[in-house]
């Protein structure tokens, strides 16, 4: 195929990102960025939009999800799957579950944010103030926007450090082994979100990796917006002598201060190079 811009990795509103499916189709056509993926955090409920606006707007959308797995003692490792059949109804319930938890989680943040708020003298911010922001579920993010807002806070990253941070509440997580063979079964392929997020000590990322490896997974987010450029080239590395793909996702959610879709490290643009690798493996998964 022709070289042209990509990005796999990618938030919607339908988790904790910004901006809906069609606007950030809009935003990739604005960075002539033509294959993307909307990764949400446990849910594919945005890939659909994404799809049909992206037909219009001649980009390409490949059906992905982000699942937070844990492994061994590491815990909120995040697990790309991509080529997925978004309408399994076993995955849909799965997820369904997951958000339900997540909802009483994000539910009892906001609780001991207010608590926050009323120690201050501020107002309360209630479910509504937040949903404003959100799609198909409540996540922090969304929280820092409705702070943002009322002007309790100058930045998002200002509204994590001072309420969602100090007032977190730890999340539920897939086993790693059970979310890659789930991603297997629905005909995808599973890649290491964010690498360097585990360990930025590099002896341990890679026994983790070779680990994981032997676990299934299929490949590695080589580029991304977590790595410098050291440990991206470490990452491409280990990747090419262990046979696992590479990808190139941005994690863009639209609340990151410089952060554009199609770009990671450095202004770094990803090209579509790495797609028929990809490609091929998801073939090779669903025979």
Known sequence: MPAMNIDLHIHSSFSDGAFSPTELVALAVQQNVRIIAIADHDSVAGVEEADAAGSVAGVTVLSAVELSVQFEALQDVHLLGYGINCKDEKFLLNLEGFRHRRKGRNGEILERVNACLQAEGRSRLNHENVLAFARDS??????????????????????FRRYLVPCNVPKIYWPMDEAIAEIHRIGGVAVLAHPTGISKDLATLGSVIAELHQLGLDGLEVYNNMGWPLEIEFLRRTAEASGLLMTAGSDFHGIEEGLEIGRGREGMRFDSDLLAPLYDRIQYVRR
């Open 138 to 159: 409540v996540g922090r993010p969304h929280i820092a926007r409705a702070l943002l807002e009322r002007g309790y806070v100058n930045t998002v990253e200002d509204a």
